[in-house]
């Protein structure tokens, strides 16, 4: 259906589409001083503006929501798709709060130590 709209009016409606992709989502990649928007994101890898992002873009990147990051992602392919640069990752190891225990922490255990009455 869009083949039939004049070339000005599809150029139009595709900028405006990978505009409110940008808006939609907080989620963006930082690798050193850049940040990238996220367009898509799956389990497997994320898609970015090809007008933003560098042609190629491999090894290990921050993915952040907002201020808070997320993720750490082990890019190892990215092509071109139309105006998206599809990035697929090894791995997005979820960045933690806190250090790891090396510990059962037990839930029923009371919150302190108190001493006998």
Do not use: N
């Amino acid at each position: 259906m869009l083949e039939f709209l004049p070339q000005d009016i599809r150029e139009g409606l595709a900028t405006a589409r990978r505009r409110a992709l940008r808006r939609g989502s907080r989620l963006h990649v930082q690798l050193g001083d850049a940040v990238f928007p996220v367009l898509r994101f799956w389990p497997g890898g994320l898609a970015l503006d090809a007008g933003l992002a560098p042609r190629r873009l491999r090894g290990l990147v921050d993915i952040y929501d907002g201020p808070r990051h997320v993720f750490q992602c082990l890019i190892v392919a990215s092509a071109l798709d139309g105006d998206e640069l599809v990035c697929e990752f090894k791995r997005a190891t979820a960045v933690a709060e806190g250090a790891a225990l090396d510990y059962w922490r037990e839930s029923d255990l009371p919150a302190g130590y108190l001493p006998p009455a």
